[in-house]
């Protein structure tokens, strides 16, 4: 319930004062010399968001590539095909798997205000190890 009301009270000192939250002002927040935490939080978290976009866009080249093998193997033998169901599956799975780390991350600093950081930067850090992973599948096949 304090947390509650902690956040209830920073949205409305935000709301109130006219203006924006540090973390909600890109451009005053200098991320190569952050030294508050909400500065450091707010970059860890836009180093999370930087990553989950190149994965996505990493992940939408590997399941093309995943349909041309779907398609190429289809062609020898139907039961080959399942290249598209088996990504699908571990992304998923791995899904599942970065979502409880990160969170298990945070309870280094739990209720703290160091806590988000620590998350967004297990993210992120475990986004980019995923993209290198989806890439190297791709080139693998030669995409």
Same mark, same amino acid.
């Given at each position: 319930m304090n947390r509650? &009301?902690?956040l209830a009270g920073l949205i409305l000192f935000g709301l109130g004062s !006219? #203006? #924006? @939250?540090?973390?909600?002002q890109d451009e005053a927040v200098n991320c190569e010399n952050a030294m508050a935490q909400s500065? =450091? *939080?707010?970059?860890?978290?836009?180093d999370y968001e930087a990553a989950d976009k190149e994965l996505n866009a990493i992940y939408k080249k590997t399941m093309a590539a995943m349909k041309d093998t779907d398609k190429e193997l289809g062609a020898i *033998?139907?039961?080959?095909?399942g290249a598209v169901d088996a990504l699908k599956k571990?992304?998923?799975?791995?899904?599942?798997?970065?979502?409880g780390q990160c969170e &298990?991350? !945070?309870f280094e600093a739990r209720g703290g205000s160091m806590? @988000? =950081?620590l998350v967004s930067g297990c993210l992120a850090d475990l986004t980019k190890k995923r993209t290198a992973e989806l890439? !190297?599948?791709t080139e693998g096949l030669g995409n």
């Open positions: 509650a &009301l902690l !006219g #203006s #924006s @939250p540090v973390w909600a500065e =450091m *939080n707010f970059c860890a978290n836009k *033998n139907e039961n080959y095909v571990a992304q998923r799975a791995w899904i599942d798997y970065r979502d &298990l991350a !945070g806590e @988000p =950081m890439k !190297g599948l």
